[in-house]
């Protein structure tokens, strides 16, 4: 039995996108079982390349059978999908989800930064598009297509941002590695402040030269001389 079959059996009867990962531990599980057979025994330890060439060439076999539906990769998990044009049909079947309403201009152009950018801080933003951001940015939080990732280190060691899964969901992307190219928004040279100095982490500090050459300085001011008085 080909692995791409029993991954195909999984995919088909999942409720959810499986990862690669949950798709081995799957396969471990079965492996463990009491009634496991040698074909399940032998795919305990199957590595994450094997299953996605499997899952690859199954999604182009699905691909060029012209079926209704695919196997697409969205967000790093395996599902099917219907082909957009029997849309009609299936909604008409199901009802039409009620989703939110779709971003505005602005949103989109701030996503697109931060998407080609990040990790990357507001202030950054807002040097790229030229306007204040916090509004866009606390939409497009609100609807998680954005969330903080870190600290820059300069000064003030503001948050940076980054895209989460769930934009990768929204816009139905294998992965960062899957937006058009936009080598001009790259190409946009940001203005970053200063790095602080630190002597330990998270910690700023005066460097040690600066304190030295204030001892220098303030040695070579001249104290002024009280005048001697004399007698009458």
């Known amino acids: 039995m080909e692995l791409k079959f029993i991954l195909e059996s999984l995919l088909f009867s999942a409720q959810k996108p499986l990862s690669v990962k949950e798709l081995r531990d799957v396969l471990a599980a079965a492996a463990e079982a009491e009634d496991a057979d040698a074909t399940a025994k032998s795919l305990a330890k199957v590595r994450d390349s094997e299953l996605t060439v499997a899952l690859e060439q199954l999604a182009s076999e699905h691909e060029t059978a012209a079926r209704s539906y695919r196997l697409a990769c969205v967000a790093g998990a395996w599902q099917f999908v219907s082909q957009p044009e029997y849309a009609p049909w299936l909604k008409a079947l199901v009802g039409q989800k009620i989703r939110p309403p779709r971003l505005s201009q602005p949103a989109l152009e701030t996503l697109a930064i931060i998407a080609y950018r990040q990790p990357i801080t ?45 934009f990768l969901e929204y816009f139905g992307l294998s992965g960062l590695g899957d937006l058009p190219a936009a080598d001009e928004l790259r190409k946009i040279v940001v203005q970053k402040p200063p790095a602080p100095v630190t002597t330990e982490p998270g910690l700023a500090t005066v460097p040690p030269e600066q304190l030295a050459l204030g001892s220098e300085q303030e040695k070579k001011v001249e104290t002024p001389e009280t005048p001697a008085t004399g007698g009458p």
Do not use: H, K, S
Not at 124 to 142: F, K, L, P, S, Y
Not at 146 to 161: H, K, N
């Open 122 to 166: 507001r202030a950054e933003v807002e040097q790229i598009r030229g306007v204040n951001v916090d509004a866009v940015m606390q939409t497009i939080m609100e609807r998680g297509l954005v969330e903080a990732v870190g600290r820059a280190e300069v000064v003030g060691r503001p948050p940076t941002y980054g895209t989460t899964l769930l």
